[in-house]
């Protein structure tokens, strides 16, 4: 049973308890709009109550799905060794006839019935409160103390509706519901502990399955099976086959970081040697750790497949967060301005997720993202004009929109009347540009070879799409004023040597972009005056064939 299948059956699961959440989130904020109408402890009403009918609700509608993937696992773990029973002579029996399977199957389902219970009744919020440690709060502390603060803040004055509601969405979203029943101290979001929970009961039970049947047909092999972006540690081990003592000495098998262990998805079959032929070989399975192993660079950091992987599952997170955050300030009846720069800021989240998985050679996982089934979230291009062009949402873009998406350049375009957008929008380059760890302005392919091309000696090279009057910064059209300012503002700059600029065609006619940038810096430019073909080898060619130098690099003065 592959794990793509497993995670699309387990993925109900965690929406339930991701319904939970945004049910208990949203609860308190409709709780809070109603301060300054009603009484304090009215305010209160019966919420443990309903909190023990939320937390039921989400646990009845999570054990069907439950039950149905430990049928799959069985059906698919056990029924299908039924031919090489028939093999090799021994007698297959039927799962309805197998007592010590059905025991195991049993003794799984309880435990892990057992550990959503825990979970819900572990849940909380960790707040923040002041000095840097995060300290778990029950939930009814949670009503208690966020019905205080809001009856305070808003009958007396001191602050207005809309502030506190945003306050304290800000809140939610950071924190979010948790469980800490774990040894090891760590915490978790309750869909995902409730996944691992069922997760792990079906790892473990596939294992005894495995072993079963291995020593019914008389063997102590055993292949792991191979996924992309395995943790550096389980990349050693996985897609090779082990004797049952080496899966415990090789692979860690029993332990929590080892085979089998928390957030493993490895998976194990009985192996035949001399009869069964490996799914993964030595030489495909190393060619594929070099790959995987060696970085890709991504807005100056680099990232092997397992580092990328990682980070796409923390933007997924944030993004699923910022969902959560629109739909309260909505529910909550915040400000229609406070409401389009949260959705304006999840949209840059999604075009910045995007870049970085297709940067990465990685699929989109979209699916995690819309866990709540809410559907659209992002603003549509014309609202997001309207609002962009509104002074508040614009006096606050810096601050509100820009900081949480590091390097994210918004892309749409305002109406020409707007000389304050325009004006955050040259800041946000430049502020990009600066923070490249090399003036390498592209993050495709030709990105990638251009920062192999060997430094040319007394010039400083800046790598960029371009054309004869304009160059391309990352999918944004820019002036050579305004690279002028990202190279006069770099700290590798010295402000006096040549530059020599790999863009094609930016060296091209009278008055081009290579003889503006030369007469903004001061300093000689050096330009193709034709499209420029960068290899992986670090040379170039400059012409309209890839093949063969038909064009030259011109130098332009002040």
Request: include cysteine.
């Amino acid at each position: 049973m592959n794990q793509e299948y497993k995670e699309k059956l387990s993925r109900k699961i965690e929406n339930n308890f991701s319904t939970l959440e945004e049910r208990i989130m949203g609860d308190i904020v409709r709780r809070i709009q109603k301060t300054g109408k009603i009484n304090r402890l009215l305010l209160l009403g019966n919420s443990s109550e309903d909190i023990e009918r939320m937390l039921k609700e989400a646990l009845d509608a999570s054990y069907p799905e439950m039950f149905e993937l430990y049928d799959k696992v069985i059906d698919w773990e056990y029924v299908r060794n039924k031919d090489i029973y028939e093999q090799v002579n021994q007698r297959f029996i039927p799962y309805e006839e197998n007592d010590r399977l059905q025991m195991l199957t049993q003794g799984y389902i309880r435990q892990t019935k057992g550990e959503l219970e825990n979970i819900t009744q572990s849940l909380g919020f960790y707040l923040d409160y002041g000095n840097g440690r995060k300290v778990l709060t029950p939930l009814a502390q949670i009503y208690q103390g966020y019905l205080d603060n809001a009856v305070l803040d808003i009958a007396s004055g001191a602050f207005d509706y809309n502030s506190v509601l945003r306050r304290t969405v800000t809140q939610l979203t950071n924190s979010g519901l948790r469980t800490i029943d774990y040894a090891s101290g760590r915490s978790y979001r309750v869909n995902v502990a409730a996944r691992m929970a069922v997760m792990t009961g079906i790892k473990q039970l596939s294992g005894k399955i495995a072993d079963m049947n291995a020593e019914k047909l008389g063997t102590d092999y055993f292949e792991v099976d191979w996924h992309m972006g395995a943790r550096p540690d389980h990349q050693a081990w996985q897609g090779r086959v082990y004797s049952r003592e080496e899966l415990e000495s090789v692979c860690g098998l029993g332990t929590v970081t080892g085979l089998e262990g928390a957030n493993c998805y490895h998976s194990r079959l009985p192996f035949f040697p001399g009869i069964s032929v490996r799914a993964w070989p030595d030489e495909w399975l190393d060619e594929m750790n070099r790959k995987e192993n060696t970085p890709k660079e991504f807005q100056g950091k680099e990232y092997t497949v397992y580092e990328a992987k990682q980070k796409q599952r923390r933007m997924e997170t944030a993004m699923r967060a910022q969902r959560e955050k629109v739909k309260l300030l909505q529910a909550g009846g915040a400000d229609p301005d406070e409401v389009m720069l949260a959705r304006c800021k999840y949209q840059g989240q999604l075009d910045e997720y995007a870049r970085f998985s297709k940067k990465m050679g990685l699929k989109q996982e979209r699916e995690w993202i819309y866990l709540d089934m809410q559907g659209r979230i992002a603003p549509s291009k014309a609202s997001y004009i309207v609002a962009i062009n509104k002074q508040k949402l614009t006096e606050n873009a810096v601050k509100s929109f820009a900081k949480p998406i590091k390097g994210d350049i918004i892309k749409i375009k305002a109406e020409s009347g707007s000389a304050k957008y325009r004006e955050l929008r040259q800041q946000a380059i430049i502020k990009k540009g600066i923070s490249q760890k090399r003036p390498i302005f592209s993050d495709d392919t030709f990105g990638s070879f251009a920062s192999r091309i060997p430094a040319k000696p007394g010039y400083y090279d800046v790598a960029l799409h371009g054309a004869p009057k304009t160059a391309n910064f990352f999918g944004e059209r820019i002036s050579a004023d305004t690279l002028a300012e990202i190279i006069k503002s770099r700290p590798d700059y010295d402000g006096r040597s040549s530059i020599r600029l790999l863009s094609c065609s930016t060296g091209q006619g009278e008055n081009c972009f290579a003889q503006r940038l030369s007469s903004k810096l001061g300093v000689p430019v050096e330009a193709p005056d034709d499209i420029i073909w960068a290899r992986s080898d670090g040379t170039f060619t400059i012409g309209k064939s890839k093949y063969k130098n038909t064009g030259h690099m011109i130098t332009f003065y002040p």
